[in-house]
């Protein structure tokens, strides 16, 4: 089977002061259709800056230099160096044949359109559906992603979506081009481990459902372990080592992949004073919302209580963990506690002040003792 991409001597060499910088220093692999490649190493080691240089989008930075090949097997079996194409061309090919997911979903979402609307875009400039057409497929795009009443999420926002929600809609966005190779940049990085483990088993079901050549970049092996059929390791710009997920494993070479396999974050917190004094407590505090849903005429409005009467208490100098699922509460819990987000019920109390009923005003002397 030949390589639906083929990576050659890549180059992106950036002015510096002391002389230009290769962030991307000879890179060198292929892909073939249905398989995934792990592009792993620190931050800063240039997995990223190889990845946006194959679809031309490092192009703009100034006094850029780019060198080497990237041969691009098309739908119809022509090979075009990806490297040579004008802005016009790659356009075509970005979001359509070559789609890409990034780390933090909600940086790539305009925060001013519906989630149908901007689906909507893939999918009248990819495959020419509009109106009622394009949003029947939006809602069937995200249902195959795990969507839950895709219907209801497409006609929400963004900020009115999870972490672990508003990825699966880049996934569903991405895959209305109808990509033949998917970029996926960090894409479980701000994830908590049950979303990750649902995204990572989605991106390999969609791999193989769709006979996607996967680049999974990420700092995480035990992702890669998982996920990828083969493995190429990067340090300051330059591939260090390559092969099959189970070999560099099982049998690492190069010492950088054997730092990276054994690194593992290790220690314990100090224990905590017996005696130390409650700073703050919040005691039953509720939050909900007012979601919207149906038409103009047909308007219906559910509450969705996101906080559901969760007491909790942090002492002096104690590290209190609140854990759970994308979209459980804990962010809301957090900001409802230090008055960013007005709760629905419950008290509040802050080295012993009652904060909660506070105006604006009057929060304004504990600001610089919360952050």
């Known amino acids: 089977m030949s390589a639906i991409i083929e990576v050659q001597d890549l180059r992106l060499s950036i002015p510096a002061r002391g002389g230009p910088t290769c962030p991307v220093d000879g890179v060198s692999f292929s892909i073939e259709p249905g398989e995934c490649v792990g592009l792993v190493g620190e931050s800063g080691s240039g997995k990223s800056l190889t990845s946006q240089t194959l679809i031309g989008l490092t192009r703009e930075i100034p006094g850029v230099r780019i060198?080497?090949?990237?041969?691009?097997?098309?739908?119809?079996?022509?090979?075009?160096?990806?490297?040579?194409?004008?802005?016009?061309?790659?356009?075509?090919?970005?979001?359509?044949?070559?789609?890409?997911?990034?780390?933090?979903?909600?940086?790539?979402?305009?925060?001013?359109?519906?989630?149908?609307?901007?689906?909507?875009?893939?999918?009248?400039?990819?495959?020419?559906?509009?109106?009622?057409?394009?949003?029947?497929?939006?809602?069937?795009?995200?249902?195959?992603?795990?969507?839950?009443?895709?219907?209801?999420?497409?006609?929400?926002?963004?900020?009115?979506?999870?972490?672990?929600?508003?990825?699966?809609?880049?996934?569903?966005?991405?895959?209305?081009?109808?990509?033949?190779?998917?970029?996926?940049?960090?894409?479980?990085?701000?994830?908590?481990?049950?979303v990750q483990a649902q995204i990572l088993s989605l991106l390999k079901s969609l791999q193989k459902s769709h006979n996607m050549a996967v680049i999974l970049i990420t700092h995480d092996l035990t992702v890669v372990e998982k996920t990828s059929d083969n493995v190429v390791v990067m340090r300051y710009g330059e591939v260090v080592e390559r092969g099959t997920t189970a070999e560099v494993f099982a049998n690492p070479q190069h010492p950088y992949t054997k730092h990276l396999i054994a690194s593992e974050p290790k220690g314990r917190p100090d224990p905590l004073d017996p005696d130390a004094k409650v700073l703050m407590e919040a005691t039953d505090m509720r939050v909900s919302f007012r979601l919207a849903h149906g038409g103009l005429l047909s308007r219906k409005y559910t509450d969705l209580i996101a906080v559901n009467d969760i007491s909790t208490k942090v002492r002096r100098g104690e590290t209190l963990g609140i854990v759970g699922e994308s979209g459980s509460g804990k962010t809301t819990l957090g900001m409802a506690m230090i008055r960013l987000l007005e709760p629905n019920g419950g008290e509040v109390t802050f080295d012993g002040h009652r904060i909660d009923g506070l105006s604006r005003k009057e929060m304004q002397p504990f600001r610089t003792r919360i952050q």
């Open 67 to 194: 060198s080497g090949s990237v041969s691009w097997q098309g739908a119809g079996g022509k090979t075009r160096e990806l490297l040579k194409m004008s802005e016009r061309e790659l356009t075509s090919i970005r979001g359509g044949e070559i789609g890409m997911v990034f780390q933090d979903p909600l940086s790539c979402l305009n925060p001013l359109f519906r989630v149908d609307y901007q689906i909507g875009e893939v999918l009248a400039r990819h495959c020419n559906l509009k109106g009622k057409a394009a949003f029947q497929r939006t809602v069937e795009l995200l249902d195959s992603v795990g969507v839950p009443q895709p219907e209801q999420r497409a006609r929400q926002y963004p900020h009115q979506l999870s972490g672990g929600l508003r990825q699966r809609v880049i996934l569903a966005m991405t895959l209305a081009g109808e990509p033949r190779m998917l970029i996926a940049d960090e894409p479980t990085t701000a994830l908590d481990v049950t």
